[in-house]
Every structure is written in structure tokens, then in C-alpha cells.
């Protein structure tokens, strides 16, 4: 299967900075999607990350918030900017697989926010 | 709003036992359907997907989807205490969703000795 590096692992930030995480995939894929997992949730996509255009939001996200860059087919950021404590969650990079028909995951950040 | 909803827990079974697992899902377009394993503290590993109606087995898991009910289950035969995480189903979208995985909100299960 596909292998994603995440960073970075953890993260303690002060309210009001951004901090960015990458992901770097060892294959060429299409799409990345950025998803948030908040203490005791589940995954919410933030974002799907195309190579050449600009992300896809989903609904109660919004770029300037969640600015994402994704250069070529390997590698991509998501910035959380102007964070809160409420921003405080795990945030997970992935790709779809087309090796094993799967969605893989990247190792994940945790972020906390004070 | 395209949701999936997951049989609440937590789940607890006896070592051994088969542990069954429920998903429904509200969009009659999705396409594909997965079973992640999530450890706390780690992110989640594919179990199992399926994409056919009928049932899908590997090792001690079997997966059964049946698209006219949009129900799909996880079967956990022989527990093991190792198999104690976090249960997610997520649903592939199809049209405008395409690609996109949404997940249920997850099962707890415990497998105690």
C-alpha cells in the first residue's frame, strides 16, 4: 500500500498562529484529502487537494482558514491558520490506493491549541 | 446531507465470540464501502471494503453489504482482545462526491478475556 510521511507528529501552538503540516506520498496520486478528527470523533473531510487547482471545501470549511497547497503528485500541505483552542484535533492527510482499492492514512498531527 | 450512521457502543464481547458490527448509509449513489480499524492514538488501518452485494470474507473478518437495505456489516469471528479499537465504517460517494469518504462516528469494541 501506499506510504504517506506526516508532520509533524504533534504540535502545541498559541492561540492566534498558524502552523502547517505536510504529507509526502511515495507514489504519484491524483487526489490528497485533509481530514479532522476531533477529541472523541470521528473523520470529517476538510478538503480534497488536487495537483494544478485549487482545493474542494466541504461545507463549513473555508480557504482562508484552511489554506492548502499541493505542488505536484507526491506532496501536500494543509495550514491551520489563526487557530483557537477549538482548533485542537488530530488532522489526517490520504490517498486513495489503487494498489489495495483502499484509502490510506497518514500517521496523523495532533494539535493543541492554547 | 450524505451521512452513515454506525450501531452504537461501546461493544463488548467474550474473547472468542464473533463480534458483529452495523452500518447504514443515507446516499444510494456511493459506490464502495470500508471497514477501518483505528487503535487510540493511531489513525486508521483498512480492514476490509466491499463494493458487490453479498458477502466478503478474509480471515476472521466478513464484510456483507446489501445495497437495497444501504446496509453494510462487519462480522469479527474468534475475538481476540487484540481486535479491542475503534470500529469505522466509511462510504465512497459517487457523482459530484466522488472519491470522497464519509465516515460513520464509529464503534468501540472491547474484547475482554
Known amino acids: 500500500s ?12 498559541q492561540r492566534g498562529t498558524s502552523l502547517t503540516i505536510q504529507c509526502q506520498v511515495d507514489s504519484q496520486v491524483t487526489m490528497m484529502f485533509w481530514y479532522r478528527q476531533q477529541p472523541g470523533q470521528s473523520l470529517t473531510l476538510i478538503a480534497t487537494a ?14 482562508d482558514k484552511f489554506p492548502i497547497s499541493r505542488p505536484n503528485l507526491t506532496f ?11 482548533d485542537s484535533s488530530i488532522y489526517l492527510c490520504s490517498v486513495e490506493d489503487r494498489r489495495n482499492y483502499g484509502y490510506t492514512f497518514g500517521s496523523g498531527t495532533r494539535l493543541t491549541v492554547v | 446531507q450524505k451521512e452513515v450512521e454506525q450501531n452504537s457502543g461501546p461493544l ?21 464501502f470500508f471497514w477501518y480499524r483505528q487503535y487510540s492514538g493511531k489513525s486508521p488501518e483498512l480492514i476490509m471494503f466491499i463494493y458487490s452485494n453479498g458477502d ?11 445495497k437495497a437495505s444501504q446496509y453494510v456489516s462487519l462480522l469479527i469471528r474468534d475475538s481476540q482482545p487484540s481486535d479491542s479499537a475503534t470500529y469505522l465504517c466509511a462510504v465512497k460517494g459517487g457523482g459530484t462526491s466522488y472519491g470522497k469518504l464519509t465516515f460513520g462516528q464509529g464503534t468501540i469494541l472491547t474484547v475482554h478475556p
Not at chain 2, 463488548?12 to 464502495?32: F, K, M
Open chain 2, 56 to 66: 466478503k470474507e478474509d480471515g476472521r473478518f466478513t464484510a456483507q453489504l446489501n
Open chain 1, 2 to 13: 501506499a506510504v504517506i510521511s506526516q508532520k509533524p507528529s504533534r504540535d502545541i501552538c
Open chain 1, 76 to 86: 501536500s500541505t494543509l495550514t491551520v491558520s489563526n487557530m483557537s483552542p477549538e
Open chain 1, 50 to 63: 488536487n495537483q494544478g487547482s485549487e482545493a474542494t471545501y466541504e461545507s463549513g470549511f473555508v480557504i
Open chain 2, 12 to 32: 463488548s464481547v467474550p474473547e472468542g465470540a464473533i463480534a458483529s458490527l452495523n452500518c447504514t448509509y443515507s446516499d444510494r449513489g456511493s459506490q464502495s
